[in-house]
């Protein structure tokens, strides 16, 4: 079994009542491997576990007709701003999840698209999603641990980097389950076979750092496929 835990994600009880939609949220890593060995990245370098620490998720856009009740998500002492849940300011509609750790191992590295939680939102279409990748309680205050070999021998690599992204276009949840994915592509994290970053180096973190938080990616994937869907317009990522 995959070894993907959501902190301070459990069950989301909203008020929305008929107003309320599905939605998922699911990671992928764009390079395969195969479901029983560590996942070959560079020269004598593999990697057998990736966790990520999630320090928050937003959806903005325009209020839907008639989506007027307020909706509370369990609250978490260790997340930065220390509120969570769906807050109507301006006519818009925010929608907060975190933190929480995205924890995979050699099962998980496969590239196939694995769901880590459910949740329920007001219907409607928004028009902005952010995504952050932060350090927290969660992963001994990291936001990046790496676990894997080089040359045989183990290591781990941790880091406190922060990356966000913000995705544009519309992103729709109504008829059926809307889901968003985070895919990201360790193949290079560490470099390649003609010139390998070794994790245990200081001088190589940040290079690590920057293609780690460079092969970044999250978008809608409501047919869970690992790319991304898109409604009326494009989508774009800075």
């Not at 925010?94 to 191992?105: K, M, N």
């Not at 496929?225 to 494009?234: F, K, M, R, V, W």
């Amino acid at each position: 079994m995959s070894r993907i835990t959501a902190i301070a994600v459990a069950a989301l009880a909203f008020a929305c009542g008929s107003n309320s939609a599905p939605v998922s949220f699911s990671v992928t890593t764009a390079r395969a491997a195969s479901a029983s060995q560590a996942l070959v990245v560079a020269s004598g370098i593999d990697i057998q576990r990736i966790r990520l620490n999630v320090g928050g998720l937003k959806l903005e856009g325009a209020e839907s007709a008639g989506t007027s009740a307020s909706a509370v998500l369990p609250q978490d002492h260790g997340s930065d701003d220390g509120d969570g849940g769906v807050e109507h300011e301006d006519g818009e509609v925010e929608f907060r999840a975190g933190p929480f750790v995205i924890d995979l191992d050699t099962t998980a590295l496969t590239g196939s698209v694995t769901k880590v939680f459910d949740a329920s939102v007001p219907a409607g279409t928004y028009h902005e999603f952010r995504f952050q990748v932060l350090p927290g309680a969660g992963l001994q205050n990291s936001s990046v641990i790496v676990d894997g070999t080089i040359d045989g021998q183990s290591f781990t690599f941790t880091s406190a980097l922060r990356a966000s992204q913000k995705k544009e276009g519309s992103f729709v949840v109504g008829d059926g389950t809307a889901n968003i994915t985070l895919s990201f592509d360790p193949a290079n994290w560490f470099g390649a076979a003609s010139g390998r970053l070794d994790p245990r180096d200081p001088l190589n973190r940040g290079a690590i750092e920057g293609r780690i938080a460079a092969s970044l990616d999250v978008f809608q994937d409501d047919d869970h496929s690992g790319h991304e869907n898109h409604h009326g317009e494009d989508g774009g990522h800075h």
